[in-house]
C-alpha cells in the first residue's frame, strides 16, 4: 500500500512544477524523477551529544530521486507546502 494517496502525490508534484524545481539531474543529466513514497522525517540537533528525538526538533522531507543514477533531490516539506 502507498503512503501517499493519488491525490497527496498530485499535490507534491504540482508544487515541485511549481516552484521551477524541474531541472536535470544535477549528476548525470537525465531529465526523469521518481518521488519516493513516503516522507523523510530526521530530527535537527542542537550539538553532536545527548541527541534529542521528539516531535519538537522533527524536520520533515520529500525525496526525488533521479531515475538513471539514484541522486537523491530533498525538499523541506514546510516550504513546498507553502506554494499553491
Ligand atoms: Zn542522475
Do not use: W
Not at 511549481?18 to 531529465?31: D, E, I, K
Not at 545527548?50 to 538513471?68: E, L
Amino acid at each position: 500500500m502507498s503512503a501517499f494517496t493519488h491525490e497527496r502525490r498530485a499535490q507534491i508534484l504540482d508544487a515541485l512544477r511549481q516552484a521551477s524545481a524541474t531541472l536535470p539531474c544535477p549528476r548525470c543529466g537525465h531529465t526523469h524523477f521518481s518521488l519516493v513514497d513516503g516522507y523523510l522525517i530526521e530530527n535537527l540537533q542542537k550539538q553532536t551529544r545527548n541527541v534529542v528525538v521528539s516531535g519538537d526538533n522533527r524536520f520533515t522531507s520529500i525525496v526525488m530521486t533521479c531515475d538513471r543514477c539514484g541522486y537523491m533531490a530533498r525538499h523541506a516539506l514546510d516550504v513546498l507546502d507553502g506554494h499553491d
